[in-house]
């Protein structure tokens, strides 16, 4: 587009400059003609380019984008249980939302000026060293004085974005933890305090960014001065008699013209430089956390069902990233079909040993047999099969009753084996009177549900699954004696069958 414009200038001096002859008068004529033209059609060109350019971009940047939060959601299900605990959910959501939300801007934005400042400038340049060549070459003069300025702003841009997307973990972070322990911030008074966080993690946000800003509004100008300089110096070349004495005086506003085009889009890409460089930073990151370890899923042996015996031999164990440990040498058989209630202080490992049976966490010294293997030999996949598990802290996922009773491979259930299912868990008296029965909504989380129906929902998924190994932890503590009682008698006559 400039490039072309330039050439233009060129034309339209030269043409004016040579009167007189009739030759050069119907030259002028179709001139008249041709130039408005051909900068019409220039213009109709750019647009559809334009046009084109941008819906591309988008359809590119949407697609690596989409792709990216798939891909991570993807390997956030295959993560261990480790990784959780290491790292806040606030912090991977903004991984999530945020950084990709950034690498598409990158993508977008930068490229398409990348690609449009970037040729117009080879494209200006290429011009002017057509025109005068010798003139042209005091520009490469500067291109070391912009390389350092340029890379040491792409430094401080990629550090601070870094600081950005981090204070935006903590932003997510500290919101959904007040979110969620609401009535615990109302009734200890943690609102000012919650307020504060909030306060330190948005305002470190904002300085990163004014930062950002700073280093930006330096970056701009200075460039365009150097610019300038380059511009100026050749000008004052320019107009020395023995140089301009060479050129047409269209070559020569031509050239000054292309040479004065050059600073915008040097500006713009200049000033893109700060977008490229943060969605760098968030694809660092994103890369970063698909290439965490998956769980360790060696094992090959298939078990369709087991009939599960579970023998821990000598199992010492240490949560990852702790000394402490926790088993120590544990030794314990329980035969198939029977029943093993862990009595204990708080604290003292029930949980622990819950855990490492469905392989949460993976055992370094010592082993567990199931039906008499090594847990590890049997595919993840399979070994959780025939587990059923209710945890210490109950799970509902927002939806209906029925979908948190059928959840995951048991989608397909009929409502004729959940009711059973519900029955078994003393659930059903509760659902049957519900409004709208297994259809109801039970709300994030579960908390449109007291505290005991929410765990007999959760043991009704249990026994649902109907698998040879059910693991209760503190599953009923939420629940009256009695139900407690008529869960205890449906597990009992579950287990002769
Ligand atoms: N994810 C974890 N990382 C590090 N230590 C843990 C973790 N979970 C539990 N512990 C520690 O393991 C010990 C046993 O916990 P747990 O098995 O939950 O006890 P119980 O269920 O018997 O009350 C506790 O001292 C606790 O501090
Ligand atoms: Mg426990």
Request: charged letters at 20%.
């Amino acid at each position: 587009m400039e490039p072309t414009l330039a050439y233009l200038l060129q034309l339209i001096v030269d043409t004016l400059e040579s009167p007189g002859s009739e030759g050069a008068r119907s030259n002028l004529t179709e001139d008249r003609i041709f130039i408005p033209l051909f900068i019409l059609g220039i213009f109709v060109i750019r647009g559809i380019g334009t046009f084109f350019g941008s819906y591309f971009m988008a359809l590119i940047g949407t697609k690596l984008v989409f792709d990216l939060r798939v891909d991570m959601f993807n390997k956030l299900s295959e993560l261990p249980s480790s990784y959780f605990h290491g790292e806040s959910s606030g912090r991977i959501l903004s991984k999530l939302t945020f950084n990709t939300e950034q690498v598409i801007g990158s993508v977008t934005q930068a490229v398409r000026v990348l690609l449009r400042e970037g040729l117009t400038v080879i494209g200006l340049f290429g011009f002017m060293l057509y025109t005068n060549w010798r003139l042209s070459l005091f520009f490469i003069l500067i291109i070391p004085f912009i390389a350092v300025i340029v890379g040491y702003a792409s430094k401080r841009f990629r550090k601070l974005s870094k600081r950005i997307q981090n204070a935006m973990g903590g932003i997510t972070d500290v919101a959904s933890e007040a979110i969620k322990g609401q009535e615990v911030v109302k009734i200890f008074g943690g609102k000012t305090y919650e307020r504060k966080r909030f306060y330190d993690a948005a305002y470190s946000n904002r300085r990163s960014q004014l930062k950002m800003e700073l280093t930006k509004s330096l970056n701009v100008p200075i460039i365009q001065f150097i610019v300038a300089t380059a511009l100026a110096t050749i000008i004052w070349l320019a107009l020395d008699p023995d140089i301009s004495e060479n050129m047409t005086a269209g070559h020569f506003v031509a050239f000054i013209g292309a040479a004065g085009m050059l600073s915008k889009p040097l500006r713009q890409l200049t000033e893109i430089n700060s977008i490229l460089q943060k969605g760098l930073a968030a694809a660092q990151s994103i890369f970063e956390f698909l290439d965490e370890k998956s769980e360790k899923d060696q094992g090959e042996i298939q078990a369709k069902s087991l009939q599960g015996e579970l023998v821990f031999e000598k199992v010492s164990f240490a949560y990852p990233n702790t000394d402490k440990l926790i088993l120590d040498k544990v030794n314990l058989v329980l035969p198939a079909g029977k029943t093993l209630a862990l009595v204990g202080r708080s604290g003292g490992g029930k949980s622990t040993i819950a855990n490492l049976v469905p392989r949460f966490y993976d055992i370094e010294e010592g082993a567990l047999r199931v039906d008499g293997i090594n847990a590890k030999d049997y595919g993840l996949d399979d070994l959780r099969r025939n587990i059923a598990l209710v945890n210490q802290k109950i799970v509902l996922f927002n939806g209906s009753v029925r979908e948190n009773i059928a959840y995951g491979h048991l989608a397909e259930a009929s409502d004729e084996d959940i009711i059973a299912a519900a029955k078994a868990a003393n659930a059903w008296d509760f659902i049957e009177k519900l409004e709208q029965g297994l259809d109801t909504q039970v709300g994030e989380d579960g908390t449109l549900f007291s505290g005991g129906q929410r765990q007999r929902i959760a043991i009704a998924r249990a026994i649902l699954k109907d698998a040879s190994i059910l693991i209760l932890d503190e599953a009923t503590s939420a629940l009256d004696s009695e139900s407690e009682r008529a869960i205890q008698q449906a597990l009992n006559s579950l287990m002769k069958d």
